[in-house]
């Protein structure tokens, strides 16, 4: 009976055992099974991270294009900034002129030698800008300003005909004898600005060459007549000079900023005697002849002459005697 009890709590016990064994068993099975889908997980996790990190490797791929297409562009931006800035010094040197500060070089020496100066100061722009306009103006001259010490003393003195609030001083394009576009001044009555720059947009639009346009004090000597002289020696076009006319006597129409004198040296100022020409520059010689057919040698009817008598100027080639082929006025 004893050993019957024992038995069943042996029993009872090894029941329990078994229980507990099982449900550890069940456990350990639950662990491993927990684990392993963690481990599996992990997998998947860490192959999506590869591939996030892959496809962000690529958008950063993409972006780096991007950056380097921008910034070919800023660098082309750039450049052509640049570019404009070096062709707007024309306008800078036209702007000085506007302001008055006296930028126009005195040319001198050779003619290769006056172009390479030019070309260095800016004032041979080479092709046309495509603001052309912008480079002719109108300004009044002030007492104290740039062009007012250029000039005074020289082409201008006070005197009772001509006052300084009757002149102007513009600025202009043409094209030079090498063909290439170049920065003009000259100083004209104020009656005549308008008509004046009218003209020059006129030859500029029509390619007509003139060799240099500068003031008649960059050549001064100490006297009107001999200044006007220097700048015909080097075939200078300028207009304005308070000067008696050649000869002496009275006051030239340049003296009134009302006269244009266009390329002097092939469009001399002659006088005939007994039917022989006279003419003071040498370098005129080759231009006597008027039917040459050189485009610089003004004749009646072509671009030149046309366009300053539809400006309402007339010409000196009508002139009986003297006859000064190279200058217009109004
Ligand atoms: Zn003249």
């Known amino acids: ?43 998947v996790v860490i192959k999506d991270l590869r591939q996030t990190h892959a496809k962000q490797q690529d958008e ?96 201008y003195r006070e005197n009772p005909n001509v006052a300084l609030s009757d002149l102007r001083y513009l600025t202009v394009l043409h094209y030079n004898f090498d063909g290439l576009v170049q920065t003009g001044e000259i100083i004209v009555n104020a009656a005549i600005a308008e008509d004046t720059v009218g003209v020059f947009k006129d030859l500029f639009a029509n390619h007509y060459q003139i060799y240099s346009m500068y003031l008649v004090d960059n050549y001064w000597t100490g006297d009107g007549d001999s200044s006007d002289t220097a700048s015909i020696e080097v075939n ?57 057919g050189d485009p610089h040698v003004i004749v009646e009817g072509d671009i030149c002459y046309n366009i300053f008598t539809a400006h309402g100027f007339s010409w000196g080639g009508h002139w009986d005697n003297p006859v000064d082929y190279q200058h217009f006025e109004k």
């Open 1 to 43: 009976m004893k050993k019957s009890r024992k038995r069943r709590g042996l029993l009872a016990f090894l029941s329990i055992l078994c229980v507990m064994l099982m449900a550890l068993c069940i456990f350990l099975a639950v662990m491993c099974f927990d684990l392993r889908m963690n481990d599996s997980r992990k997998d």
């Open 60 to 155: 950063i791929s993409a972006l780096q294009e991007k950056v380097d297409a921008l910034q070919k562009v800023i660098d082309d931006q750039n450049a052509a900034a640049a570019e404009a800035e070096a062709k707007a010094g024309g306008e800078d040197v036209a702007g000085a002129l506007h302001e008055g500060e006296g930028t126009i070089p005195k040319p001198q020496g050779e003619d290769s030698l006056l172009q390479s100066e030019l070309q260095a100061a800016g004032l041979v722009l080479g092709e046309a800008p495509e603001n052309a306009d912008a480079y002719f103006t109108i300004n009044e001259i002030v007492p104290g300003d740039g062009i007012f010490e250029r000039i005074n003393g020289k082409s």
């Open 236 to 292: 200078n076009t300028s207009a304005f000079n308070y000067r008696e006319i050649t000869g002496g006597g009275k006051l030239s129409n340049h003296a009134y900023g009302r006269a244009i004198d266009i390329n002097p040296q092939q469009n001399p100022y002659v006088t005939f005697s007994d039917g022989m020409p006279i003419y003071s520059h040498e370098n005129a010689a080759p231009y006597i002849d008027r039917t040459s």
